[in-house]
């Protein structure tokens, strides 16, 4: 029982993580029909940012976390200017590809300039972690769960209930409609990229003093993420969230009951089972044709 | 002066015409080259600039000493992206180069048993640095080892921790790639040998994010010692964290990556009282401490055995090409395997008929991060 419940706590800890990068792949892909290759760029870079300004300059965490997020608002907007704008009224195969070397851009980037040594990213708190009864809870991970589910809280809010969360549910569903409606969609996407790339920001920051600070942190997570998506419904939010806590836990649970090795295929199989039985994810409505 | 048509187009030939030029110039060969195949992307990259920076001290060494054969040597090196078709790629890029006389291969060994191939076709010398013992025993001639291969770091770790420590109940954690499938098969065998038990084995894939389920397994298995096969400095970091942090306090003994600069630097405190096998340690020798001078030198980090077992491949190679008199591959094979009491910064190499230079490793503690020699041991079977 101290294992089922130690192994669940770390589940849920990394599922966090997976479930919000997929978070940035589900609003980018409702706004643009496209999936964003480079999210889990995102993720690696904002980790980067904050070793230069926390570590290397040695300013205060909090600052550091703003001046990261600040970075990354600006990376998603001319990340949005240069990788999907002059491609928007293409298929979405060009932006896909575009998006595919975009992230090869940046983790080559980052590779030039920083290095290819794997860096160290203290944890927001001096404690490491502490125990509960027979569970050891991390205090990263603590945070990781924490911001995950205020981020989903805040992400709820700002679609349900306010003007601009409407807007950006018109741009997705409908363009074109939407533009007859005055919203600006240029500027409704230009949001998205830059809300997506903080987004994935926060999930590299936050995770980073767990798995260290690699250019490849981000392409691992992504997949993991990726997977989560389609299994939570391409393009649902609920479904990208529970998609990624489910292949936390699913892999964490596989990798101590039945095979350590065969981890990361635990993840897979549940999303090659979904893909075969339920194509649309838990929470995709069965859509024939994308009008 | 007015530019015609015919000087642009001049010019423009010129500029096309030029870097062919320059090769053909350098062809006829005012130097010896050896292409290197190393990782500069990937998840390894951070060792492919140690191993670089080991090679090229020796090369600078080599050639203030007068070259090899009255001429400077040259390095050629191509990026293997960490991958083994990554691998393959970068060395047959290198072999298509005739006038590469030898190569520097991989310190992995699931790469070099992917290059193996091509090697055998190309009929150069590869100074390798893999572990896994089966590589030299391939039947393929022209793969020479630069470090000592895991049935010795198994029997060392073994003795180490059956003799020294007295711990007779293990827990080996090893990455499922051919590397630490080699070293589990060589520690499984030399505990068996010693009369020690393993109590559980651990097989994880490379670039885990997660150990939990690994450190609980060897919670629950009443394990009291730990030996390790690890691949990648980050999983090593994760793996002694999440150990520490679980309440796991037994001794362990890991293979040389336990004790790699990264690997003490990412996972800090969690590392400290392990022990090693190291093929490099600074204290064990006169030489291995005059490759630390140099390599202080030019780097801020102490060098490790990514570094060292390049240092000693080029310099063993360039005395080798030196000894054989000329470029000819099979004489400079038979040069290399002729080397003895050769003193090296990994050690003393002494070349058995499969092509392995050395027999013995160093075992080392991690004291609060520093790393100390302890004891090294030589193996003459």
Known sequence: ?291 | MTITRRAVNLGLAATLAAPALIRAARADGDTIKIGMVLPVTGPAADSGKYALTGAKIALERVNKAGGVLGKPIELVTEDDQTTNPGAVLAFSKLASQPDIVAFLGSIRSTQNHAMAPDILKTGKPVCFGGTDPKLTKLGNPWLIRFRPNDSYSGRVIASYGVETLAKKNWAIVHSTDAFGTGGLNALSAALDKAGAKVAIDQGYANQSQDFTPVVLAIKSSGADIIGSYFTFDNDLAIFARQLRQLGVTIPWVGSPSIITAGAVKLAGPALYGTYGVADYAVDSSPAAKQFAELYAAVSKVPPDNYSSWTYDAIGVLSAAINKAGTTDPNKIRAALLATRGYQGAEGEYNFDEFGDGLHGYNIVRNEKGAIVFDKHIEFTD
């Open chain 1, 1 to 291: 029982m101290e294992f089922f419940l130690q192994l669940l706590f770390n589940g849920i800890g990394i599922g966090a993580v997976y479930a919000l990068v997929a978070l940035g792949f589900v609003l980018i892909f409702r706004a643009t029909s496209v999936v964003n290759f480079a999210q889990g760029e995102f993720s690696m870079v904002a980790a980067y940012l904050m070793v230069v300004f926390a570590v290397d300059l040695d300013l205060p965490y909090w600052l550091a976390f703003g001046i990261a997020l600040g970075g990354m608002a600006l990376l998603g907007a001319i990340f949005n200017l240069l990788v999907y704008y002059p491609l928007r009224n293409r298929s979405y195969l060009p932006v896909l590809i575009s998006t595919i070397g975009a992230s090869i851009f940046l983790s080559n980037s980052v590779l030039a300039l920083y290095g290819p040594q794997p860096q160290v990213l203290p944890g927001w708190l001096d404690i490491p972690g502490f125990q509960l009864g027979p569970v050891y809870l991390d205090s990263q991970y603590l945070i990781i769960i924490g911001v995950t589910l205020a981020l989903v809280a805040f992400q709820y809010w700002l679609f349900e209930r306010t003007l601009l969360g409407k807007k950006l549910q018109a741009t997705s569903q409908d363009k074109e409609m939407a533009a007859l409606l005055g919203i600006p969609v240029a500027l409704m996407i230009m949001f998205t990229f830059v809300y997506s790339a903080v987004l994935g920001g926060i999930a590299g920051i936050l995770v980073a003093p767990v798995l260290f600070v690699s250019i490849q942190m981000g392409s691992t997570i992504a997949l993991k993420a990726f997977a989560a998506t389609i299994i939570g419904g391409f393009g649902d939010v609920a479904g990208a969230i529970i998609g990624g806590f489910a292949i936390g836990v699913i892999e964490t649970f596989g990798a101590a009951y039945i095979s350590v090795p065969f981890k990361d295929a635990f993840a897979f199989l549940v999303l090659i089972l979904f893909l075969v039985l339920r194509p649309q994810g838990i929470f995709g409505e069965r859509v024939a044709e994308k009008a």
